[in-house]
């Protein structure tokens, strides 16, 4: 038999408006936000089961509290977030990208994907006069199954970050992380390492 040929979407042009807001007081930072989308052109895609017309438009929000604790040089960092939608698909749906709200050390930034998304982030901070510089982190979420089972399923992530002044008056930032997936996601890999050399002009 003949498997069906993936067809990709004609446009993912997509325009969309959305409102958001912050409170930050004593180390508190509570920060939510909605967003309408809707795409300007919506036609079948993928291999028959993928496409849904009533995706074309879909919601996104997000609602997010953290706290920051000072120590003389230390520092600690405490999250907790949700993140939620309507209508989303495999475009849409929240994923673990570098610069993304819901990153997750050692996730990659594509091929893990959620409809619904809840997390719990700590971070330990050791900052000398901001030349050197370690970060600990740790991350727990539970994403909603995409795959029609509707279960949360767990999301485990450590990391280690560091700057550090380089040759020629440069800073280096290193940024390793270590994942622990569901099964469904087992072959999309668990270790993500990022370094950046940064010079100022």
């Not at 496409?51 to 999250?79: A, E, M, T, V």
């Amino acid at each position: 038999m003949q498997r069906p040929i993936f067809v990709t979407p004609e446009s993912t042009a997509t325009v969309g408006n959305g409102l958001g807001f912050e409170y930050r007081r004593a180390g508190y930072s509570l920060v939510g936000s909605g967003s309408y989308y809707w795409r300007t052109n919506w036609q079948p895609w993928g291999n028959g089961d993928d496409y849904d017309p009533s995706q074309r438009d879909y919601l996104r929000y997000q609602l997010s509290l953290s706290k920051d604790f000072y120590f003389g040089l230390h520092k600690i960092h405490l999250n907790g977030a949700y993140f939620g939608g309507k209508d989303l698909d495999r475009f849409s749906m929240y994923q673990f990208g570098l610069f993304d709200d819901t990153r997750i050390h050692g996730v990659p930034g594509s091929g893990v994907r959620f409809p619904e998304l809840a997390m719990v982030r700590g971070s330990y901070s050791l900052n000398v006069f901001e030349r050197y510089r370690i970060d600990l982190f740790l991350e727990q979420a539970l994403g909603r199954d995409p795959f029609g089972t509707g279960e949360w399923l767990p999301v485990t992530g450590i990391g280690l970050g560091f700057n550090l002044r380089g040759p020629w008056r440069t800073m280096v930032r290193g940024d390793l992380g270590k994942s622990f997936l569901p099964d469904e996601y087992a072959g999309v890999g668990s270790f993500v390492m990022q370094i950046q050399f940064l010079k100022p002009l």
